[in-house]
């Protein structure tokens, strides 16, 4: 007669079970029995979103304190300081929208906005200018390339950037486009105004702010595509960027986030090529937002990487 | 403590309710600059945890205080006694006039420079909020003592011929006795012995003061507006070097419609 020997089961393979409470008030949410040990947190998300259709996986913040950081989607199951039955606490984010929506949104603002102030359309000015055009060929220069500028962002965000967040808060996307399309009426209504002074130096000053404006768009595409290039498609990996053979990469050795240095010069280049105050305002608004990101940014990969190289500032070499 | 007071403390007009308004978002903006996507987003994820985390912030706030340094408490009990002090004598000096000379005419120019002294002084606030021995947030504070010191320096100091109004004193009225109340509420509170009267008082008057101080600069900036339009004060026309414009009557049509949003936001973090 066989025997079976007692198999022994080891915290490998004993299925797990999660509960689910609210962070804030305690409540059950959510019992989860048989869970695989090395299930994600992805799948878990999915699993509570089928007793809790309203919360999809998006806004779900699963973590293992109440007031604790959230857990990533790809943390294993097993693999979390967690018994065989593991609590979470759950918040909801509240509603989300994908990164790609809303920078679709935020960039086809301006850069329609834009032309309806370049074409003077009517109710904007006097309606004698109705569909004038500028005698200025500073005017026409400054619409390219604020065009130029917003069609290369679109087409960045559908074919360049790799997001590590699928979503965002819905409400930053009200926030945002308040931000841009604000900004960008306000500063195309001056420099598509019949009453526009040209720049103070003439075309020597356009054509230096020219130059800024156009390796600045080049310096920021490069990096763009450098970080791209980081990070396989489909991956959440972070590595340190470094720089590359194109010369613009070089920025690198000097700064964390080298894009946001090139994408501050492009906009001094535009408020010199238009001297015009609303965009030296938007310039400086945009250079002390992407200074807290790029401090933000610069902390993290000090934080993660032991051997990140020293010399490197957040986003001005050697300054900020 | 916290935010919370802060908002209790809104009383006299819009100006002070404003800085009532909901617990301050780490940044202004969502990160969506290309190229930070691979970072930003846990911050902004962060940046999520609004009215939950003021529990803890709040609780924050309150242990902050107690590790709070000699020198600074030292430094912010001289503050708020003088600031207390300060609005005393101003409330005093009005009464006094009103007796003297049974109208408010004239009223304003005989308290404006211990109104410009004490109300600029406050500026201070925001520093201390940015040094981190006050617990309210540099926003809340920033909006609070700017849209005081706009209407002492802007409207009521730059715009002589509404000095005369009776929304002025509306509005002085409120601002002394709120002010009077946060400042002793502050100043016994570091001492440790609040009495009754004075939190009591704080979470209260606001009712009453609120309304008034809006009403009074409400009025004032309505007044004032024919001759902002007039002289054209304070505005940059076209053309000019810089291409930029501004008309200070539109900016201040836009700051009175401002009013209500901002109305909103205090009175619903008060209630």
């Known amino acids: 007669m066989k025997v079976q020997s007692p198999r022994h089961w080891t915290s490998r393979e004993f299925p797990h079970q999660v509960e689910i409470l609210d962070a804030k008030t305690r409540e059950k949410l959510c019992f989860l029995d048989k869970v695989e040990p090395q299930a994600t947190i992805a799948e878990i998300k999915n699993l509570f979103t089928k007793t809790h259709p309203q919360w999809y996986p998006a806004r779900q913040s699963l973590r293992l304190d109440p007031k604790g950081k959230s857990l990533k989607d790809e943390d294993v199951l097993q693999k979390l300081p967690v018994g065989t039955t593991a609590t979470l606490y759950f918040r909801d984010l509240g509603a989300q929208i994908s990164w790609v929506t809303v920078f679709l949104t935020e960039y086809a603002g301006p850069l329609f906005i834009y032309l309806l102030f370049y074409f003077r359309v009517p109710f904007i000015y006097g309606h004698k200018y109705d569909f004038t055009s500028s005698r200025h060929t500073v005017v026409h220069l400054a619409c390219i390339c604020h065009s130029f500028h917003y069609i290369k962002r679109l087409l960045e965000t559908l074919f360049v950037h790799r997001f590590s967040h699928g979503t965002m808060p819905l409400r930053n996307i009200f926030k945002n486009c308040t931000y841009y399309w604000g900004f960008a009426a306000w500063m195309a209504y001056y420099i598509n105004h019949p009453l526009y002074t040209p720049p103070t130096y003439g075309a020597q000053q356009v054509k230096l702010a020219l130059a800024i404006f156009v390796i600045c768009q080049l310096g920021n595409f490069s990096i763009h595509m450098a970080l791209r290039d980081l990070r396989p498609a489909g991956s959440k990996t972070r590595k340190i960027p470094y720089p590359t053979k194109n010369p613009f990469t070089w920025l690198f050795l000097l700064v964390s986030c080298p894009n946001y240095t090139y994408e501050v010069g492009s906009w001094i280049g535009f408020a010199i090529m238009t001297q015009c105050l609303p965009v030296a305002l938007f310039s400086?608004?945009?250079?002390?937002?992407?200074?807290?990101?790029?401090?933000?940014?610069?902390?993290?990969?000090?934080?993660?990487?032991?051997?990140?190289?020293?010399?490197?500032?957040?986003?001005?070499?050697?300054?900020? | 403590m916290g935010r919370l007071t802060e908002a209790a403390a809104a009383g006299g007009g819009a100006s002070a309710a404003r800085s009532a308004g909901p617990p301050p978002a780490p940044l202004p903006l969502s990160s969506t600059s290309p190229g930070c996507a691979a970072a930003m987003a846990s911050s902004e994820e962060d940046g999520t945890n609004?009215?939950?985390?003021?529990?803890?912030?709040?609780?924050?706030?309150?242990?902050?205080?107690?590790?709070?340094?000699?020198?600074?408490?030292?430094?912010?009990?001289?503050?708020?006694?003088?600031?207390?002090?300060?609005?005393?004598?101003?409330?005093?000096?009005?009464?006094?006039?009103?007796?003297?000379?049974?109208?408010?005419?004239?009223?304003?120019?005989?308290?404006?420079?211990?109104?410009?002294?004490?109300?600029?002084?406050?500026?201070?606030?925001?520093?201390?909020?940015?040094?981190?021995?006050?617990?309210?947030?540099?926003?809340?504070?920033?909006?609070?003592?700017?849209?005081?010191?706009?209407?002492?320096?802007?409207?009521?100091?730059?715009i002589k011929p509404i000095q005369n109004e009776e929304s002025v004193v509306l509005f002085l009225v409120a601002w002394t006795v709120t002010e009077i109340t946060r400042y002793s509420f502050y100043t016994f509170s570091l001492l440790d012995h609040l009495p009754y009267f004075i939190k009591w008082a704080r979470y209260n008057f606001f009712i009453i003061l609120y309304p008034v101080?809006?009403?009074?600069?409400?009025?004032?900036?309505?007044?004032?507006?024919?001759?902002?339009?007039?002289?054209?004060?304070?505005?940059?026309r076209l053309p000019n070097k810089y291409n930029v414009s501004f008309d200070y009557y539109y900016f201040l049509l836009i700051t009175m419609a401002s009013y209500i949003p901002c109305e909103y936001v205090s009175v619903s973090t008060l209630m």
Request: aromatic content about 12%; some cysteine; overall charge positive.
């Open chain 1, 284 to 320: 400086l608004v945009g250079f002390t937002q992407m200074t807290i990101w790029a401090k933000g940014k610069h902390r993290s990969y000090l934080k993660e990487f032991r051997d990140y190289p020293p010399l490197r500032m957040p986003i001005i070499p050697f300054l900020l």
């Open chain 2, 50 to 158: 609004g009215g939950a985390s003021e529990a803890s912030e709040e609780r924050e706030a309150v242990g902050k205080r107690r590790r709070l340094g000699l020198l600074a408490t030292i430094w912010l009990t001289f503050y708020n006694i003088a600031m207390t002090a300060g609005w005393l004598v101003l409330a005093i000096a009005m009464v006094r006039f009103y007796m003297e000379k049974g109208t408010h005419k004239g009223l304003y120019k005989s308290i404006q420079k211990t109104l410009k002294f004490f109300q600029t002084f406050a500026l201070l606030e925001i520093v201390h909020c940015l040094i981190g021995i006050v617990p309210t947030s540099v926003l809340v504070a920033g909006v609070q003592v700017s849209s005081r010191i706009f209407m002492v320096w802007l409207v009521t100091h730059s």
């Open chain 2, 213 to 236: 101080g809006v009403a009074g600069e409400l009025l004032t900036i309505y007044a004032a507006l024919p001759y902002v339009k007039k002289t054209g004060m304070f505005s940059i």
